[in-house]
């Protein structure tokens, strides 16, 4: 497994790296060595929080914990990336053609397969608006995320709120 590990406001001491390692071994196991992680490590005023993006053939695995030390925001986001492959082990074997995630959990009880269901459907209009109007239109709906045409590049463009308080906008790439 290829590991990038990046400090934010610090700079990760090798034995976390060598933790990381470690952790990621299980999941490793389920996706392969060509597996790419992305291992984000952030202090911030009152925690440490610790981000996971694993990524294998578009499949993409993302995990964000918070505690007060390094070690723990880890461990709990490589327990958490563990609980989405679980609750998801029977779509990715599916889609990565992979028997390997049944036998890393074969001591699970087999989880019951059901189809996502669409409960409602809308129809949005979407007007060209620079990001900022999109980001004020968003705030006024109090929404937490906000799809428009951006009138920059013409695209349709997702913006949402973050979790430490900022904005994201998400703009589509063909793969």
Known sequence: MKIELIGKKCTPRESFKERA??????VERLFGSDTSAKITAAVEKTSKSVEITLQKH????RAQERAQELDAA?????????RQIRK???RLEKRLHNASISEVFEDDAPEEESAPEVVRT???SLK???VDEA???MDLLGHS???FLNAESGQTNLVYRRADGGYGLLVPEVA
């Open 21 to 26: 390692e470690k952790k990621l071994e299980k």
């Open 58 to 61: 578009g499949i993409i695995f």
């Open 74 to 82: 880890l461990d709990k986001a490589v327990d958490s990336l563990v």
């Open 88 to 90: 998801n082990k029977t």
């Open 122 to 124: 809308k129809s949005i």
């Open 128 to 130: 060209p608006e620079s």
């Open 135 to 137: 980001i004020l239109q």
């Open 145 to 147: 995320f906000y799809l």
